[in-house]
């Protein structure tokens, strides 16, 4: 099956903690995307990456880092500096020719 | 600055009560504006890309149409199953071809059978 696969589903973070969300994708597509949605609130973009070894900064990057060592992969560390980091996580794809994003099921963060 | 607006925020129907969703945009250049459903805990789900004042498409019980300044979702004779948060994005025309969405905060549709 084609698509997007996020994990975990559900990540519990401490304080003074790093926290790694996993994105990966079997599309093909060369752009990804990692957006964050609070309630009643529009995505805000993260970071996102065109190519491998490429990523630039969203609107809101401060407290996030990410890499993308492989086209299938873009994982999503949210640092300890990151201090309101409770949020659904969601990962994006563009690609194939289409205009459209296509999403990953999402990761709901919370801290302990 | 590019704005996308959602309204209303939250609407409840009765079963089979049509009526429509709101998405204005204030862009810098507009590439095409997205409908997205997204069911809770779950990442969006796409439905309607439009391109250009005037264009409409349909899918079962949606239309989405634009105009200059924004965009309508309609809904004709909702089921519960259309229960949902419908969210629009705008494309923009960008310095990089990264192409990214501004999203509006999305109106929650609850349809009552």
């Known amino acids: 099956d084609g698509g997007i696969t996020q994990s975990p589903k559900y990540l519990f973070r401490k304080e003074g903690q790093n926290v790694t969300l996993s994105c990966e994708q079997n599309l093909n597509h060369d752009a990804m995307y990692w957006y964050r949605q609070d309630p009643g609130q529009g995505l805000r973009l993260i970071y996102y990456s065109q190519i491998v070894n490429d990523f630039q900064k969203g609107d809101i990057a401060e407290g996030y880092s990410v890499s993308r060592e492989k086209k299938e992969s873009f994982p999503l560390t949210v640092t300890s500096a990151q201090k309101n980091p409770t949020a659904f996580y969601l990962c994006?794809?563009?690609?194939?020719?289409?205009?459209?994003?296509?999403f990953g099921s999402g990761t709901q963060l919370s801290v302990l | 600055e590019d704005q996308v607006t959602q309204s209303p925020e939250a609407l409840r129907l009765q079963e089979g009560e049509s009526s429509s969703l709101n998405c204005s945009y204030t862009?810098?250049?507009?590439?095409?504006l997205f409908w997205y459903r997204q069911d809770p805990g779950k990442g969006p789900e796409f439905l309607f890309t439009?391109?250009?004042a005037g264009e409409e498409k349909e899918k079962e019980r949606l239309k989405a149409t634009l105009t200059k300044k924004e965009s309508f979702l309609h809904i004709t004779a909702p089921k519960p199953e259309d229960s949902a948060t419908y969210l629009c994005a705008a494309a923009i025309i960008s310095s990089g071809s990264a192409r990214q969405l501004t999203f509006g905060s999305g109106t929650q549709l609850t349809v009552l059978p």
């Open positions: 439009l391109y250009s």
């Open positions: 994006a794809t563009r690609g194939g020719g289409y205009e459209k994003l296509f």
């Open positions: 862009v810098s250049g507009l590439r095409g």
